[in-house]
């Protein structure tokens, strides 16, 4: 059982920055893979980025590559999301996620959820 709660998002300007933090909780916290999803307006929950237990493997979906940065910090449970050249298609609630085996990049693969954090767009 793990715990999950995400911080950081906020009003961000075309172009910039901004990185998100999910803290994790229970039991062997940092027994999971993690991954970071995404929900914008009007469309589904997306993939966006993963990281192994150990933080030695990572992936990215191709909208995010070269722009978006996951690590871990396990002395901290924590897991990070540093987003940089943000566009509006950025725009959503972005939510952490855990499971008990390797990366994955489908949402039925997880097992554990946060409550999401605001990332919003401004031009």
């Known amino acids: 059982q793990v715990q999950l709660v995400e911080s950081g998002g906020g009003l961000v300007q075309a172009g910039g920055s901004l990185s998100v933090s999910c803290a994790a909780s229970g039991r062997a916290a940092n027994n999971y893979a993690m991954g970071w999803f995404r929900q914008a307006p009007g469309k589904e929950r997306e993939f966006v980025t993963t990281?192994?237990?150990?933080?030695?493997?990572?992936y990215y979906a191709d909208s995010v590559k070269g722009r978006f940065t996951i690590s871990r910090d396990n002395a901290k449970n924590t897991v990070y999301l540093q987003m940089n050249s943000l566009k509006p298609e950025d725009t959503a609630v972005y939510y952490c996620?855990?499971?008990?085996?390797?990366?994955?990049?489908?949402?039925?693969?997880?097992?554990?959820w946060g409550q999401g954090t605001q990332v919003t767009f401004s031009s």
């Open positions: 990281i192994s237990r150990s933080g030695d493997s990572t």
């Open positions: 996620a855990a499971r008990g085996l390797g990366i994955a990049t489908t949402e039925s693969s997880y097992t554990y």
